[in-house]
């Protein structure tokens, strides 16, 4: 689970589009921010950081995302989040970095997590949940009416989980369901090979268009991601779609 260039940007629109403080967002699993003091600072000002510490495992979990070349530390998400004016919640199955609430996704989230956040971060959590429909019904149900649900999980990266995800699950369940989705479906891949540039040590991030329904063959798909956000706009019940492809044919 972590937030890089690319999600940090989509983060810095929609905290901007919600006014009020402290923003809340419920982050499923641990958010390693693997971003500069640079960057952050670029999007939320030149103080963002000021007196913010690195992790004493900073190290460990660069060298595990293979950002050790290109980060000196990692600051702890909370802490920055905070500084930002908004109130950082973590879920997850067990504490992993420190702070995190005990969850499973696969079952009914507690309902003292419902309606709650105006921004749910899943950063890499779904496709991890067996019970991927009960996780995606949670993730729904923990952000509020006018809220954004943030997804960005394996296009096609082989036995990173149980899962690799199509656009078309995320716009047949919620189109269906009645919300909106209010950035593009698209795909992400990240670049290593100027890692060790000594000029100008760096992870690239290329993004490419997706389709949302229609099938498509993809050059080079290996080890990308996908991403979208969607806004809830009702607190209904979800029911389960039926994919587009198929809709005409009970129709």
């Not at 997850?92 to 921004?119: T, V």
């Not at 923990?142 to 649900?149: E, L, N, S």
Request: proline share 4%; charged share 25%.
């Amino acid at each position: 689970m972590a937030i890089i260039n690319v999600t940090m940007d989509i983060l810095k629109q929609l905290i901007d589009f919600k006014k009020e403080r402290p923003l809340k967002i419920v982050s499923l699993g641990y958010p390693d921010i693997l971003c500069s003091s640079e960057y952050i600072e670029r999007l939320f000002g030149p103080d963002t950081t000021k007196g913010i510490r690195y992790r004493k495992d900073s190290d460990q979990i660069l060298k595990y995302h293979g950002y050790a070349n290109i980060l000196n530390g990692l600051y702890e998400s909370y802490e920055l989040f905070d500084q930002m004016g908004i109130e950082l919640t973590v879920l997850d199955l067990k504490e992993l970095r420190g702070g995190e609430i005990i969850a499973d996704f696969n079952y009914p989230i507690s309902k003292d997590l419902q309606n709650q956040f105006d921004i749910v971060y899943d950063g890499g959590t779904l496709e991890h949940c067996f019970n991927i429909a009960q996780a995606t019904v949670n993730f729904l149900s923990m952000a509020k009416v006018g809220g954004f649900v943030y997804h960005a999980n394996p296009l096609f990266i082989l036995n990173h989980g149980f899962y690799n995800i199509n656009p078309t699950f995320y716009n047949d369940f919620y189109l269906d369901n009645g919300h909106k989705l209010v950035s593009p479906i698209f795909g992400l891949k990240q670049n290593f090979e100027n890692i060790n540039d000594k000029d100008n040590p760096r992870v690239d991030d290329i993004k490419f268009d997706l389709p949302y329904t229609e099938r498509k063959e993809l050059k080079e798909a290996n080890n990308t991601s996908i991403h979208v956000v969607i806004e809830k706009t009702s607190d209904k019940t979800p029911l389960w779609p039926v994919q587009t492809k198929y809709k005409s044919f009970i129709d």
